[in-house]
């Protein structure tokens, strides 16, 4: 039977919820029930209520009760549908990697299809249910190149090995004490040059120049190397999203991606 959100009660039917569903619809994709339906539309209104929405390029909601895998691999913000490949995990808090061969290939290249993602003023936003530490360097979400030499903003690869979380920077690691991977909000925001901001239990800032946006897909569960993917991780994702910086807006990012 096809479902669509007219059952949803308070606001009404967000515009761009409609769209999702829609989408998924064209794609053969089964909806979720009513229940999960009524959850979506209000996280969307709350989150565009915070001008959240208007920030994103992307936008991946893993997290819910849908019977139908593939309506998580929808980027609500462009309509499109990410691929997965390996063993991905499912489940109601969201996509788990498993260190072997398990990835999501977003199909979002900031170099290409950055509008908010800009090399100057961007963020990267994940929402981690089952944080796994791993005593080798594993990549949540990354890409980049070496065409020569590493070209590409402190903000593309979040690493986390050992008892602390890296950013990969345009010529190298640069250390952040103090910020574990964690379960919860994490975020990557720059707004300079210069200036990356690392917010996950605590905002830490480091000074770090930009150099240029790789052209490459972002990928999760592991990172993108010219297009392989490699150094794969183990742990749960519920939502992540890119796009502009938003560093004025962590409270309210937590209090909705929950």
Same mark, same amino acid.
């Given at each position: 039977?096809?479902?669509?959100?007219?059952?949803?009660? &308070?606001?009404?039917?967000?515009?761009?919820?409609?769209?999702?569903?829609?989408?998924?619809?064209?794609?053969?994709?089964?909806?979720?029930?009513?229940?999960?339906?009524?959850?979506?539309?209000?996280?969307?209104?709350?989150?565009?209520?915070?001008?959240?929405?208007?920030?994103?390029?992307?936008?991946?909601?893993?997290? &819910?009760?849908?019977?139908?895998?593939?309506?998580?691999?929808?980027?609500?913000?462009?309509?499109?549908?990410?691929?997965?490949?390996?063993?991905?995990?499912?489940?109601?808090?969201?996509?788990?990697? /498993?260190?072997? /061969?398990?990835?999501?290939?977003?199909?979002?290249?900031?170099?290409?299809?950055?509008?908010?993602?800009?090399?100057?003023?961007?963020?990267?936003?994940?929402?981690?249910?089952?944080?796994?530490?791993?005593?080798?360097?594993?990549?949540?979400?990354?890409?980049?190149?070496?065409?020569?030499?590493?070209?590409?903003?402190?903000?593309?690869?979040?690493?986390? &090995?050992?008892?602390?979380?890296?950013?990969?920077?345009?010529?190298?690691?640069?250390?952040?004490?103090?910020?574990?991977?964690?379960? &919860?909000?994490?975020?990557?925001?720059?707004?300079?040059?210069?200036?990356?901001?690392?917010?996950?239990?605590?905002?830490?800032?480091?000074?770090? /120049?930009?150099?240029?946006?790789?052209?490459? /897909?972002?990928?999760?569960?592991?990172?993108?190397?010219?297009?392989?993917?490699?150094?794969?991780?183990?742990?749960?994702?519920?939502?992540?999203?890119?796009?502009?910086?938003?560093?004025?807006?962590?409270?309210?990012?937590?209090?909705?991606?929950?």
């Amino acid at each position: 039977m096809r479902r669509f959100a007219a059952t949803i009660r &308070g606001q009404g039917v967000d515009p761009d919820y409609q769209a999702v569903l829609d989408f998924a619809v064209s794609q053969g994709i089964t909806l979720p029930n009513g229940t999960q339906q009524n959850i979506d539309n209000q996280l969307l209104i709350d989150y565009k209520s915070e001008g959240l929405w208007n920030l994103d390029d992307v936008f991946f909601k893993f997290k &819910g009760d849908y019977s139908d895998n593939s309506f998580r691999l929808i980027d609500w913000k462009r309509l499109i549908l990410a691929d997965d490949f390996g063993a991905v995990g499912y489940s109601n808090q969201g996509i788990a990697g /498993n260190k072997t /061969n398990a990835y999501i290939d977003t199909k979002y290249n900031p170099n290409i299809d950055g509008v908010k993602f800009t090399l100057n003023d961007n963020a990267i936003t994940h929402f981690e249910f089952n944080y796994q530490l791993d005593s080798q360097p594993k990549y949540i979400y990354g890409c980049y190149n070496e065409l020569p030499i590493e070209i590409q903003t402190a903000l593309i690869n979040n690493r986390v &090995g050992g008892t602390n979380a890296n950013i990969y920077a345009s010529n190298g690691y640069v250390l952040i004490l103090n910020a574990l991977g964690r379960n &919860g909000i994490n975020i990557l925001n720059r707004t300079s040059n210069t200036i990356v901001n690392y917010v996950s239990n605590v905002v830490n800032e480091v000074n770090h /120049n930009s150099i240029a946006i790789p052209s490459e /897909n972002m990928y999760l569960l592991c990172r993108s190397k010219d297009g392989v993917p490699n150094n794969y991780s183990k742990g749960t994702m519920s939502y992540f999203t890119m796009g502009a910086s938003r560093l004025n807006k962590v409270t309210e990012i937590e209090n909705i991606l929950i």
